[in-house]
């Protein structure tokens, strides 16, 4: 069930702004922990999954990679189970240790105190966002949640996001994503809204995708900074 607290009641200092966030390698470097549990569930199916390859399915919501990998590698449990053996294994990895983006955080907690309605749009199960939210203490800031469980289609379709505007009651043009996939990127220029990239995977910054975020910062999180993307927003609503 999609979960969301409170709606516009005004305007922040960036006007209508909205924000929406992806979770995975955006707010939470969460990839390595769900290469080792991906790993770990088709090395019993006889696969040798490396990282070169995982890195040709970030940003594809969970479902839809172990739809392709069931018929990849010839997997006969059905999506469901294999969804639930995936997130049992990657939630063991998570609450022990899920590192935050030091500026995402703060970039968080700025937009926060400024009362710039915020919303988490990822492509992982609810039961994962909402470990990770908790056991990093984003939950705090980030209370609105849309899983791509929850949506008729993942991105790249811009369902997640749209789901998201409708909680917090915002219109698609005025929210901007943050991202660091391009099938999320994709996603959110076919919702209407904008977006600030920070590519995860260096070689994916040419990416087509990224070519039409308001701000793409090529060196990722390396690159990224809350002073960056606040001063985007700035000028995205400056008279």
Not at 19 to 29: A, C, E, Q, S, Y
Request: a negative charge; aromatic letters at 8%; one cysteine or more.
């Amino acid at each position: 069930m999609i979960c969301g607290f409170g709606m516009l009641e005004g305007m922040s200092i960036f006007g209508r702004t909205s924000v929406i966030f992806d979770l995975d390698g955006t707010l939470v470097d969460s990839e390595p922990n769900y290469y080792a549990a991906q790993r770990e569930m088709l090395a019993e199916h006889g696969v040798d999954y490396t990282w070169a390859e995982n890195e040709q399915y970030v940003g594809i919501s969970t479902q839809e990679t172990l739809a392709i990998w069931k018929d990849r590698y010839g997997i006969g449990e059905p999506v469901d189970e294999l969804l639930a053996d995936l997130d049992r294994r990657y939630l063991a990895l998570a609450r022990a240790e899920t590192h935050v983006f030091p500026e995402m955080r703060k970039f968080v907690e700025q937009l926060h105190g400024a009362g710039v309605p915020m919303a988490v749009a990822s492509g992982s199960s609810r039961a994962a966002i909402e470990a990770i939210l908790s056991g990093t203490g984003l939950d705090a800031h980030l209370t609105t949640v849309v899983s791509a469980d929850e949506v008729a289609h993942g991105k790249p379709a811009p369902d997640v996001f749209l789901a998201a505007a409708a909680l917090i009651g915002a219109d698609p043009a005025d929210c901007v994503v943050m991202e660091d996939a391009a099938p999320g990127a994709t996603a959110a220029h076919a919702a209407g809204m904008r977006c600030i990239a920070i590519p995860y995977v260096a070689a994916h910054a040419d990416a087509p995708a990224f070519a039409s975020a308001g701000l793409l910062l090529r060196g990722g999180q390396a690159e990224f900074t809350a002073q960056a993307a606040w001063d985007h927003l700035a000028a995205l609503t400056r008279p």
